[in-house]
């Protein structure tokens, strides 16, 4: 039940007020110190107990001090009192497009502004085009951003939530006297923004699993805690609990797993066979005069697996990610369903970063990375030039052609088999900003857009792979989830043209990302477009993050064999050199 993300943010949070207040070098120190740490294998609080903090990279005295001092008290003096010299929400405001740090302290500064509300107004009276850097046109994006940053608010990503889930399993697992007890809701769904986190437990004596729960020391505030209920605030998330009767334990999952839709239709389907299905099973109601009379009138014929529940309604049991009513509930009852990827199909990685451009690891390391996470084979593609490439990170050609050389080199010894490749950027016409005769000489093309996010973007990708060389089209969107939602695309447009050309479409794993999502993978698969799930890893670390763009292909009903890098590194080679 590790705390580094909590940690790590309480970190992030210090960085951005230091430099909302001008601080020019601190804030890049305390947000390498909070990457490591959200990064770092062991549960913070062990290297707190063992005084080994400070072995962790970028974290120094100063900083060493103040994670211990949080994971001991669960707060920070220095952060508190940056709340009190600059009480704004800083997250919130953020959230906003543009908006970063510095801004939010000149807006505070200048107007007073605190929070969105206070963002809105401002906008609204014409008061930020007053303020000295911001004119009518930073003053108009920021009004149109408002609305979005208000939306994305309401939901966390998958990547956040997903581990904090597992972790409440864990406590429930090894502390209640829960016979039975998994995720629920969005998050077992692998959606890509989540709302409260969900789960679920079965047991006789409900109130004991409750009381077991409800003192979780990661738990900052019991919110409620009944006899089968329990909501707690954990790192500034609404972790629920439901406990169930082992009897209703399918069902239940069933039900609390969702989605509405999905639950409708098995609702309807039972109707027509003369059946009810809730939260509580699934009960023969042929000779009841009113089913409606109770949730568990008539005979019960299922509700102990959700396989069972399943099967009652003449179906075969359907994977979480599948139950958003497109189609999974006549597949599952006409033996349709798709043999859907496992985590453990993935052979490789094809798009991931050293610190040659904007990575944070040398290429030995990356290439260590891929080996301990058991990869056959990783590319390495780093940026070249283009928009979007702020602060001169990406390559040029020249030095793309050196990198390529010092990959191949690094490859012949490495643990795992090396592609070399690029990540290019599609310029707003499709233009690929990498000349055409070094994009034949690398091993793989990754064409990603990085600027001018707004639109419709389907003729910009769309020309991109009508591109000879280009292999793989990278977060077609763009979009950063609750930051900012990319660009416009036809997925089934740019799938058929990525089928004929023999492009891929990427999943990126990078949970800020999931780009494609679960539709645009669908419409792929349904072309006929092979798909590439990468990490976009820029660290070792994230390496780890695969697991996100997995499950989001199988969202979208991908088998092992749409996967490019399902397949193994031979197989990979004469896919590129066909």
Known sequence: MSRNAEVATRLEEYADLLEAQGDDYRPRSYRTAAENVRDHPQPIEDAVADGAVEEIEGVGESIGAKIAEYVETGEIEALDEAREELPVDMAALTAVEGVGPKTVGKLYDA???????????????????TVEGFGETSEENIREGISFARRSRERSLLGESRPLAEDALEHLREATPAERSEVAGSIRRWRETTGDVDALAAAEDGAAVVDAFADWERADEVIEAGETKAAL??????????????????????????????????????????????????????????????????????????????????????????????????????????????EGDLRGDLHV?????????????????????????VCISDHATGPGMVGGVGLDDDELREQMATVREAGADADVTVFSGVEANIGADGFVSVADDLLADLDLVVASPHSGLEGDGTDRLVAAARHPEVDVIGHPTGRLLTRRPGLDVDARRLAEVAAEEGVALEVNANPHRLDLGGDGVRAAVEAGAPIAINTDAHSPAEYRN????VHTARRGWAEAADVLNARDAAGLRAVLDG
């Open 111 to 129: 107007l007073g502004i605190e929070d969105l509300d206070d963002l809105e107004r401002a906008a609204e009276a014409g008061e930020i085009q």
């Open 233 to 342: 605030r954990v790192a500034g998330e609404r972790v629920d609990l439901r406990v169930v009767a082992p009897a209703e334990w399918g069902a239940a999952l069933q039900y609390f797993t969702g989605s509405r839709d999905h639950n409708v239709r098995l609702r309807n389907r039972a109707i027509d066979r003369d059946l009810k299905v809730n939260e509580y099973g699934v009960f023969d109601v042929s000779d009841v005069s009113d089913p409606d009379a109770g949730q568990r009138v008539g005979d019960r014929v299922a509700g102990e697996t959700e396989a069972d529940v399943y099967e009652a309604l003449d179906c075969a049991w359907i994977p979480p990610e599948l139950r958003e009513d497109g189609g999974e509930v006549a597949a599952a009852a006409d033996d349709g369903l798709p043999d859907l990827l496992e």
């Open 353 to 377: 970063h050293t610190d040659a451009s904007d990575g944070d690891a040398t290429l030995d390391e990356m290439l260590a990375g891929a080996a301990e996470v058991g990869h056959d084979y």
């Open 546 to 549: 695969a697991v996100y763009g």
